[in-house]
């Protein structure tokens, strides 16, 4: 793996940002470094920030600013838009060694919070190492180990190894995902996607998929596995939501900020990742579940032990039986 600074890091990601205003003008050195130094500092001032809000708005608008700044002084003409250098995603947690390249370079870079995925570009996973990334108007994707992406085109990417989560968060996050065996797509839901010993398996938690076959296509409904082999029938069977198949999506999923967070909204958040519903075995213990001002971080921690952690702090105990989370008061001793 090659290594880099981070200052070639920070070099790297201008470079992607300027790529994106097309041809131009070369400008006098003095200006162009003058004006790289600026759009450094911008930068680092946004990582800084990001790395502890994860949020993409600022690290866009940042970019945006520095590149129109070189367009609007340099840029005396410009070809047809390409997309190319577009800012497409930003990484929201990761583990392990993740590594992105530009199309057509052979070189592959390290990864990180600090630096935004571009169109055109693409990212891999290890065999130990996934990631979970915020796009940008689009959905939330997760990557599992030994899985290989690409971002073809705003709203599509192309599957080429492995396998991706999706959680569409609204039903207006659309994204394509091509594969050698069709298209996947989906009606507001959360899935996966995986290439795997010669076939194409969609697993749907909520929501519905439709898969574009090559033989035709298919609707995959909540609660369903379907497998699509190279060769033969493709073949369904039931998923639960909470089924051992989810768990490694479960195991990347960004903590959220608990800071002033309510319990009850921590755990809905619980249910939504680990797949299962929440209920209350009272009126009571759903009253403290509201009333419950949460503090502190579960940064680092997934939902599972996330939700184990928080309920250790709280009067409530709970139990995982029959998919949901089941809430009760703890027996006063």
Same mark, same amino acid.
């Given at each position: 793996?090659?290594?880099?600074?981070?200052?070639?890091?920070?070099?790297? @990601?201008?470079?992607?940002?300027?790529? @994106?205003?097309?041809?131009?003008?070369?400008?006098?050195?003095?200006?162009?470094?003058?004006?790289?130094?600026?759009?450094?500092?911008?930068?680092?001032?946004?990582?800084?920030?990001?790395?502890?809000?994860?949020?993409?708005?600022?690290?866009?608008?940042?970019?945006?600013?520095?590149?129109?700044?070189?367009?609007?002084?340099?840029?005396?003409?410009?070809?047809?838009?390409?997309?190319?250098?577009?800012?497409?995603?930003?990484?929201?947690?990761?583990?392990?060694?993740?590594?992105?390249?530009?199309?057509?370079? @052979?070189?592959?870079?390290?990864?990180?919070?600090?630096?935004?995925?571009?169109?055109?570009?693409?990212?891999?996973?290890?065999?130990?190492?996934?990631?979970?990334?915020?796009?940008?108007?689009?959905?939330?994707?997760?990557?599992?180990?030994?899985?290989?992406?690409?971002?073809?085109?705003?709203?599509?990417?192309?599957?080429?190894?492995?396998?991706?989560?999706?959680?569409?968060?609204?039903?207006?996050?659309?994204?394509?995902?091509?594969?050698?065996?069709?298209?996947?797509?989906?009606?507001?839901?959360?899935?996966?996607?995986?290439?795997?010993?010669?076939?194409?398996?969609?697993?749907?938690?909520?929501?519905?998929?439709?898969?574009?076959?090559?033989?035709?296509?298919?609707?995959?409904?909540?609660?369903?596995?379907?497998?699509?082999?190279?060769?033969?029938?493709?073949?369904?069977?039931?998923?639960?939501?909470?089924?051992?198949?989810?768990?490694?999506?479960?195991?990347?999923?960004? @903590?959220?900020?608990?800071?002033?967070?309510?319990?009850?909204?921590?755990?809905?958040?619980?249910?939504?990742?680990?797949?299962?519903?929440?209920?209350?075995?009272?009126?009571?213990?759903?009253?403290?579940?509201?009333?419950?001002?949460?503090?502190?971080?579960?940064?680092?921690?997934?939902?599972?032990?996330?939700?184990?952690?928080?309920?250790?702090?709280?009067?409530?105990?709970?139990?995982?039986?029959?998919?949901?989370?089941?809430?009760?008061?703890?027996?006063?001793?």
């Amino acid at each position: 793996m090659k290594d880099v600074t981070q200052a070639g890091l920070d070099d790297l @990601a201008i470079e992607r940002i300027l790529r @994106a205003a097309g041809p131009r003008v070369p400008p006098p050195a003095e200006a162009m470094e003058e004006v790289r130094a600026a759009v450094r500092a911008e930068w680092r001032d946004v990582v800084d920030s990001r790395r502890r809000t994860r949020r993409f708005v600022s690290l866009a608008a940042a970019a945006g600013l520095a590149a129109a700044a070189l367009t609007t002084v340099w840029i005396t003409a410009t070809g047809p838009e390409s997309g190319a250098g577009r800012l497409v995603a930003s990484v929201a947690n990761e583990t392990g060694a993740v590594e992105w390249r530009a199309s057509g370079e @052979a070189a592959w870079h390290t990864l990180d919070a600090a630096h935004p995925v571009s169109l055109h570009e693409e990212l891999r996973t290890t065999a130990s190492s996934r990631v979970a990334l915020d796009v940008e108007g689009g959905p939330a994707l997760r990557l599992d180990e030994h899985t290989s992406i690409a971002f073809t085109a705003p709203g599509r990417i192309t599957l080429r190894r492995g396998a991706v989560y999706v959680d569409s968060r609204d039903v207006g996050d659309s994204l394509v995902i091509d594969t050698p065996f069709g298209e996947v797509t989906h009606l507001g839901t959360r899935y996966q996607a995986r290439l795997e010993a010669g076939a194409l398996r969609v697993a749907v938690r909520d929501g519905t998929v439709k898969v574009d076959a090559h033989a035709g296509e298919e609707l995959v409904g909540a609660g369903e596995l379907l497998t699509l082999p190279e060769r033969g029938i493709p073949t369904r069977r039931p998923l639960a939501a909470h089924a051992p198949e989810w768990d490694w999506a479960v195991s990347i999923a960004p @903590a959220p900020g608990i800071e002033g967070m309510s319990l009850a909204a921590f755990l809905d958040w619980a249910g939504h990742e680990t797949g299962r519903r929440v209920e209350f075995a009272s009126p009571e213990a759903e009253r403290s579940a509201r009333e419950v001002i949460l503090h502190g971080s579960i940064e680092g921690l997934a939902p599972r032990a996330a939700l184990t952690a928080i309920l250790s702090t709280t009067t409530l105990r709970h139990e995982l039986a029959d998919g949901g989370i089941l809430l009760s008061e703890a027996a006063a001793r």
